[in-house]
């Protein structure tokens, strides 16, 4: 069986596309099939990808959002065999077409398709609460919460929960409610008070519906950002800086997940489906 991972948060720059690039790069260094498929019409995965970034220029290419229009199309024919993981590329030309559709079982329908050939797929989302956020909802076995120590970002993930749970659309709520989710700290200062509290106070959430907090806490590190630029996940890049020690541990934690049906966080364990 293969498992689906939907990274989401409703604020932006939390780093949900670094950990969805790191992690299925740890995941294939781990000798998974990893498929990740990008829903965020500003493209990012194949942005950060050297020499990918045609994808998203390209008003010709096979998008995830080309996909949703086309069913009859084989979406097997839109993954990239990339050198980290393969990939569905998003960009914006596809997505303006978008507008106006409301079926969150697209992407569910067009994973049912291709996961016989993956062992995890991970989904990245953009930073708003629309039809790819839904539909990534919907489609994934389990929903990782990414977020800084940002009162922003916080902010964003407790609205996210409280807004997911009283969904207008009630199946959605009973989805979202019913999903195992996992909440993942980025942009980590270990000595920073404030840091140190806010876990002590989040390491409970599972009381309040939000997740098990994992036991990883990726630190705040300018190599990141530049490696945004060469195009090469900080695992691969740096593989024994302290975030790519994080991102290594994470891949174990997925990897573990899908084998044994069981996320170990920092406290608390949640199931998922197991292979
Ligand atoms: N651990 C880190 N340390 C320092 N900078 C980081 C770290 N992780 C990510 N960044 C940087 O933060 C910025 C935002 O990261 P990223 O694009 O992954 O966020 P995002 O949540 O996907 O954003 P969006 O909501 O726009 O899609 C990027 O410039 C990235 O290089
Ligand atoms: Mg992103």
């Given amino acids: 069986m293969t498992l689906v991972t939907a990274i989401i948060n409703f604020k932006g720059g939390v780093a949900k596309t670094t ?24 493209g990012n995965v194949a942005v950060n990808l050297q020499g990918s970034e045609e994808s998203v220029l390209n008003p010709q290419t ?10 009859d199309i084989d979406p097997n024919k839109a993954i990239i065999k990339g050198t980290y993981f393969d990939y569905i590329p998003n960009n914006l030309y596809a997505y303006q077409r978008t507008n106006g559709m409301s079926d969150y079982r697209l992407l569910k329908l067009i994973i ?5 050939n993956y062992d995890q797929i991970i989904i990245d989302t953009p930073p708003y609460l629309g039809l790819d956020a839904i539909n990534a909802i919907y489609a994934a076995d389990t929903l990782m919460l990414v977020t800084d120590f940002s009162k922003a970002s916080l902010t964003g993930v407790q609205i996210l929960v409280s807004v997911l749970d009283k969904w207008h659309d009630k199946q959605i709520s009973s989805v979202f409610k019913n999903k195992p989710k996992t909440i993942l700290f980025t942009m980590h200062q270990k000595n ?4 140190r509290e806010l876990l002590e106070s989040v390491e ?3 009381a309040v519906g939000m997740g098990i907090m994992l036991k990883e806490r990726i630190p705040r590190l300018l190599k990141v950002v530049e490696d945004g630029y060469s195009g090469v996940p900080t695992i691969i890049s740096n593989p024994r800086n302290k975030v790519a020690t994080e991102y290594k541990s994470l891949a174990e ?8 049906g069981k996320i170990t966080g920092s406290r608390y364990i949640v199931n998922v489906p197991k292979s």
């Fill in 19 to 42: 950990t969805t690039m790191n992690l299925g790069a740890g995941l294939r260094k781990l000798k998974e099939r990893v498929l990740i498929i990008d829903t965020d019409p500003q």
């Fill in 62 to 71: 096979l998008t995830i959002s080309a996909l949703y229009q086309r069913p």
């Fill in 112 to 116: 049912d398709k291709v996961k016989h």
């Fill in 192 to 195: 920073t008070v404030l840091h």
């Fill in 204 to 206: 409970d959430s599972k």
């Fill in 253 to 260: 934690t997925w990897y573990y997940a899908r084998t044994t």
